[in-house]
């Protein structure tokens, strides 16, 4: 089989890795890639927006199987295309991939069917939005009701930081038409769980859940990033909130997406938070998160690609999806001064790796035989193990071991998972 993925980052080669495994595949295909990637895929220089290319590209190659990993492809709808074209793929089409690409429609979409969320309101004009905050306070959480590369959301403790927040997206257009509209909610307190799940529109079933950390600092300190590290499974995702999940939050948005004309076939992501009042939905994803791909499919017993197979013909309730009891730790390696400032082109070094050791890479280019940092995270360094103490143990060995000069990691991820899991 030729399987051709769509994206170039940490997620699109844990993904790659992982439908390698498939014997049944000859030859996979990354469009764009990158520079790491190209050790297991052939990278084609096409653009992971290019619907048209990338159409193009499957029908001339022969492709049999596409999927497509990252936001901006699915709201534009590149799975329709390359259905339309006959390669079938896995993935949302732009109809429902809407659950991420506007957050005004999602919450709507809580809203009407009695999904539990956070409360809002959805402003288009600034003086609204402003007026607003002055009425309810702070803290609140402003979004951006468009995609923003996972850094679109302000936590605003204070009010005047609720209001940059605002005149920030709308006036001085930092994410573009994205923040031409602007939800603003209540603000939610609880552990936070990533539940990443594979749903055939009628069928869902969870991966394991794992914890992301945001914040480019130790202690939660500093801008949001796209992800500094992620742990799994989440201590705090119990069997409890996880039956209670699957009744009130996971199949209710199947359905409702269902009955709203939008069938999601693909992978849907759950952002959960546990409040005293039980787990409430953050946010949705329409794709696989980055950079809880790497803790979790590494953690995937079953074929990812026989799995995926199944989603896209509606077939998932016939098909085993089986995940080690083990834990998993991946630790980001970023460039100096992401997600702010940063230089790219230093040279990196990959240390070898023994069993159950990874190396995600995420932004690198590969020129005269030398890997080069090229973006703002670049490595996703990964260990599974039988703890998670010792799964996160290892996986620091394994992001100190690569030479980068100009990288830098968090020092404290699993901390937080580790001092629940004493508790």
Known sequence: ?????????GREHAIIRAIRKNPAVDAVYALPGNGGIAADAQCVPIGATD???IVAFAVENGVDYAVVA?????????VDELEKAGVPAFGPRKNAAVIEASKAFSKRLMKKYGIPTARFETFTHMDKALAYIDRVGAPVVVKADGLALGKGVTVAMTVEEAKGAVRDMMEGGKFGASGSTVVIEEYLEGPEVSVLSFTDGNVVVPMVSSMDHKRAGDGDTGPNTGGMGTVAPNPYYTPEVAERCMREIFLPTVKAMNAEGRTFKGCLYFGLMITKDGPKVIEYNCRFGDPETQVVLPLLESDLLTVMRAVTEGRLA???????DRAAACVVVASRGYPVRYESGFPIELPKLGPDRDIYVAGAERRDGKLLSHGGRVLGCVAVEDT???AVREAYKVA???????????RDIGKRALEALKN
């Open 318 to 324: 016939e098909t085993e999806v089986k995940f080690s």
């Open 400 to 410: 100190d071991a690569v030479k980068f000069e100009n990288g830098f990691t968090r």
């Open 70 to 78: 990252p936001d901006d492809p699915l709201a534009l709808g590149c």
């Open 388 to 390: 998670l103490e010792k």
């Open 1 to 9: 089989m030729k399987i051709l993925v769509v994206g170039g980052g």
């Open 51 to 53: 619907i048209e290319k």
